[in-house]
């Protein structure tokens, strides 16, 4: 009999519980003990709607208030020393001051500690907390979260699967502080800990526990290849008791099959929708003891399963192994997915016809345990009827009116080179530039947008309601925007925004003005910590209807005789942080997304504005894992951003911002796209990311490394700035240097907002005396 196995789900709430509850607990509106309440009553509501759906392994410790990294960092106790004089040695299930001094900084009580580092989770927009490995680490059992909620859910009636991520994984995650080791070298360690936890999960009788493993999906040298056979032989004496399940995702085995097939444990599970022809090759080397877990029902997406063609690839292997060594399960945790489309009765912003071919996490569990009985062949009613169902939504799709439009497609397929080119080379087009603007050296701007306040989100929630009319809600927002320039008069910045108090998100904003998009009302996704994203659903061509940003940009412009930026999210962003329609490439749609964004852009400089920022967060992030898939990904992602931003005049000044991504393996490519400047995320790396810029290749373009972390309530000094300055003007020329923030400010209040501009305008000053 197939079994159903669930990796993960998702953890902040279906209304954002966690959120609320994380920022009320910083805010000190609320205790610890209340905190720890709400994670409670979220924990037992998830078990209890896995086990309602069905599902025979359900996990815990998946469960997390800010990172499941920064969970295993914390439970490992590979605490940087930096947070030393936080560790609270009280005997508590959660050491809330230090862990969330991890993950945001600290500043009180005279004791001042940066957050860790910050950065992307595999492809995903998900962010995890970077572990921090010295030479000598040691590494400790520090926290039993893992069997604290465990020993939970088994007091309130569940049997569980707790999960953790893989050692190897674990050290392939973090980074060396230090120079003269490599930190999987550590593994023997860190090895004493998780034997430690097995044992602890053994003792308190688990009978499963996931073992996360995405690294066995990535390009792996022979050295890690056999260091997880020799890992796993020492984890699976631990208990005879425990079975130990390793999960890889996100990707193929491909040439990891052999390593990851003969790791002695009691299941594999397989990513059947980003490998979907892997168990061609897979299958015949399973050994006899080994049971797969098939990811069949997609975890990183919200399009219905096509039961049809799950089935196929379920038969494929129950052929080969017998029901009993056959799981059934998501492609990944359903971390990424929103939790329940049953909560979306929005027909004008997600039309019937298009929420019937969705599946979100709760529905995503049925599909699960639909499939299992299916193949199962012991089928009652109901299965056949949504069965039935599912068959009629997928021939719908395929033949719905409302997702093509050719004259979109066309246009795409008009696109040439000559499209994806600036008139003029970097040099001319910067002294252009400088003859128009006239900015002094270290130019100073921030990257959009300005604190939305209570009083903001307000404004908008009344529009929406019907409470305020439409020229009472521009009225604020044009009154918030005059306060915002003249602010930032007043501090002396040199290029200004507009403070993007119109916008809920920088990519559903732009998705609302966009055909072929659909939105939803409670369609939350957690991206790091308290921050949740309502990513919008490209069901159909896309194309722009009307200008979507000129109105403000052009009405900041004329209160200010000094430079205001148009603030433009880029088409592979937009592409990244929606959920992308699976009948088409990827490629197609950014293509179209791109020439919405070029009929923006020209749009801006045609009522004046000049300097335009078109922000490519994640286009390091849609990079493909295995290193044979990324040059054909980069060559169109580049490319895109090229037609979205090179139709313009050479005086008109096209910035960029990336954040949170290494970017030594693509730095040409990021040269490629010819931006006049980036900004990127520098400070919590204190710079480090920024050498990658000044290798062996030398960036041609200019460069505004971030000079504070805006995801920390922490206000840096203006010494700290200097500081950081003057180590990014050592490996980039002055010249190319802008001092800007990290990223847009929009989550800070404004009274740390304004000290923290005030020192970064002031160090920009020292960096010109100097």
């Not at 430690?196 to 009788?205: H, Q």
Request: charged share 30%.
């Amino acid at each position: 009999m197939l079994l159903t196995n669930n990796l993960g789900y998702p953890r902040v709430g279906a209304f954002r519980e966690l959120k609320k509850a994380n920022e009320a607990y910083w805010a000190k509106k609320i205790s610890a003990d209340e905190l720890l309440e709400v994670g409670v009553n979220l924990r037992k509501e998830n078990w209890e709607t896995q086990r309602s759906a069905g599902i025979d392994l359900i996990p815990s410790n998946d469960f997390s208030f800010y990172d499941q990294i920064l969970d295993l960092t914390l439970t490992v106790g590979a605490i940087p020393a930096r947070y030393q004089s936080l560790l609270d040695k009280a005997d508590r299930k959660y050491n809330l001051d230090l862990y969330f001094a991890m993950a945001r900084g600290f500043q009180e009580d005279g004791v001042d500690v940066t957050a860790m580092e910050m950065t992307k989770w595999f492809d995903t927009n998900y962010h995890y907390l970077v572990p921090e490995f010295v030479k000598d680490q040691e590494f400790s059992l520090t926290s039993e979260k893992f069997l604290h909620e465990y020993e939970e859910a088994k007091t309130l009636g569940f049997e569980t699967k707790p999960v953790l991520v893989g050692p190897i994984t674990y050290l392939l995650l973090g980074k060396e502080k230090e120079t003269g080791f490599d930190r999987i070298d550590l593994i023997d360690r860190l090895l004493p800990v998780y034997e430690g936890i097995l044992s602890k999960l053994a003792s308190a009788g688990a009978q499963y526990v996931q073992i996360d493993e995405p690294f066995l999906t990535l390009d792996i040298d022979q050295k890690t290849q056999d260091l997880y056979k020799r890992v796993y032989a020492r984890l699976a004496k631990v208990s005879d008791q425990l079975k130990l399940i390793v999960t890889t995702y996100f990707e193929a085995l491909s040439n990891n099959e052999e390593t990851a097939l003969n790791l002695p444990v009691h299941a594999l599970h397989l990513d059947l929708v980003r490998g979907e022809n892997q168990l061609d090759t897979v299958l015949p080397k399973v050994p006899q003891s080994l049971i797969l877990s098939l990811g069949v029902v997609e975890g990183r997406n919200i399009w219905k399963n096509d039961y049809e063609k799950s089935l196929t690839q379920i038969a494929q292997a129950v052929e080969v192994l017998g029901k009993d060594r056959v799981w059934v399960g998501p492609s990944s945790s359903l971390l990424h997915v929103p939790f329940d489309l049953d909560n979306e009765d929005n027909e004008e912003s997600l039309p019937k016809e298009v929420k019937n071919w969705l599946a979100f996490a709760k529905q995503k569990l049925q599909e699960i345990k639909d499939l299992a009985t299916l193949a199962n062949g012991d089928v009652d009613e109901k299965t056949k009827q949504r069965f039935e169902a599912n068959k009629l939504a997928a021939e719908n799709r395929r033949t719905s009116t409302l997702i093509h439009k050719p004259a979109v497609k066309q246009r795409v397929s008009n696109i040439t080179d000559n499209d994806a080119k600036r008139t003029s080379v970097f040099a001319l087009r910067k002294a252009a530039q400088q003859a128009k603007f006239n900015l002094p050296a270290f130019a100073t701007t921030t990257i959009g947008s300005f604190p939305q306040t209570k009083d903001v989100r307000k404004w908008r929630a009344d529009l929406k309601k019907g409470k305020i009319t439409q020229e009472e809600y521009d009225k604020e927002i044009a009154e918030e925007t005059e306060r915002t320039i003249r602010l930032q008069e007043d501090l002396d910045i040199d290029v200004l925004v507009h403070g993007e108090f119109e916008r809920n998100d920088m990519v559903e904003y732009f998705g609302e003005q966009l055909a072929g998009y659909a939105f939803t009302k409670n369609g939350w996704v957690q991206s790091y910590g308290s921050r949740c994203v309502k990513p919008p659903i490209i069901y159909g061509d896309v194309y722009r209807p009307a200008d979507m940003t000129v109105r403000w940009s052009a009405y900041a412009q004329s209160l200010t005789e000094r430079p205001v930026k148009g603030m433009l999210t880029g088409p592979v962003t937009i592409l990244q942080w929606s959920f992308v329609r699976n009948d088409q490439p990827r490629e197609t749609t950014t293509y179209q997304i791109a020439l919405a964004i070029l009929d923006e852009v020209q749009s801006l400089e045609k009522a004046g504005i000049k300097i335009i920022q078109i922000d490519e967060p994640a286009i390091r992030e849609g990079l493909p894992l295995r290193k044979a898939d990324q040059k054909k990904y980069l060559n169109w992602a580049v490319r895109a951003f090229r037609v979205s931003s090179s139709n313009v005049e050479d005086d008109t000044q096209i910035h960029t911002h990336m954040c949170y991504s290494e970017f030594n393996d693509v730095i040409e490519d990021i040269a490629a796209m010819d931006a006049d400047v980036i900004t990127i995320e520098t400070s919590r790396s204190q710079m480090e990311l920024l050498e990658a810029f000044a290798g062996d290749f030398k960036y041609p373009n200019d460069i505004g490394p971030g000079v504070y972390d805006i995801h920390s309530p922490r206000v840096p000094s203006t010494e700290e700035m200097v500081n950081l300055l003057r180590k990014a003007k050592e490996v980039v020329p002055a010249e190319q240097l802008w001092v800007n923030p990290d990223c847009g400010l929009k989550t800070r209040a404004w009274p740390e907002t304004k000290a923290a501009l005030e020192s970064m305008v002031e160090a920009a000053k020292i960096l010109r005396a100097d």
